[in-house]
């Protein structure tokens, strides 16, 4: 199961994922808090075996009001909990990078500062060591060598295209057989 925000909800998983029957529950614009509100019925109650979580950019940028990073990551770990309390494994996604090609694109990239979502990935890295959960860096295989989002990945500087996607999707495949335990869930 994928849990989140747009970047899960616009992500067409029977293309990524021929065969696998994953479920998306990603709704556009929306922040940690607000995926707490609804994992219950999305999540607890629909019994995954795994669920991948790509949530933070727009706490990043405010989406709800103001969110403090120990706000954030109290979000994130209360998603784990919940999780852990129903035995479902717990995936977090990175906080993808954003970029600023073009004009169009700055409205995303100014709202999400390149430290603030790296501090959020060092925070869920280290999270998901301690705690044994399953971690993907989504940010590293599609950062370039400034920590943006290579341009050719997303053609509005947020939210991945078809290829950034497919940067994607090896990366969680991975990540879910890793929680699953078996190396043949490929």
Not at 8 to 14: A, K, Q, Y
Not at 17 to 40: D, H
Not at 98 to 105: E, K, M, N, P, Y
Not at 165 to 182: E, H, K, N, R, S
Request: aromatic share 10%; proline share 5%.
């Amino acid at each position: 199961m994928f849990f989140g925000d747009s970047i899960t909800e616009f992500w067409n998983l029977d293309a990524s994922f021929p065969g696998r029957g994953y479920i998306n529950r990603g709704i556009r614009a929306q922040t940690t808090a607000q995926l707490l509100l609804r994992f219950r019925p999305d999540v607890i109650d629909l019994r995954p075996a795994v669920v991948l979580i790509l949530a933070g950019t727009n706490d990043i940028a405010g989406n709800t009001g103001p969110a403090t990073t120990e706000e954030i990551t109290g979000n994130y770990a209360t998603l784990a909990e919940l999780a852990r309390a129903h035995g479902i494994r717990v995936v977090f996604g990175s906080v993808t990078p954003v970029h600023r090609g073009t004009l169009a694109t700055m409205r995303f990239y100014v709202l999400r500062p390149l430290p603030r979502i790296l501090a959020l990935n060092d925070w869920l890295r280290q999270y998901c060591n301690a705690q044994g959960h399953g971690y993907v860096d989504y940010f590293s295989a599609m950062a370039d060598a400034h920590g943006k989002m290579r341009r050719q990945l997303a053609d509005d500087g947020l939210h991945p295209n078809a290829a950034g996607y497919a940067v994607m999707a090896p990366l969680a495949q991975a990540a879910i057989a890793a929680a699953v335990g078996d190396p043949t869930h490929t």
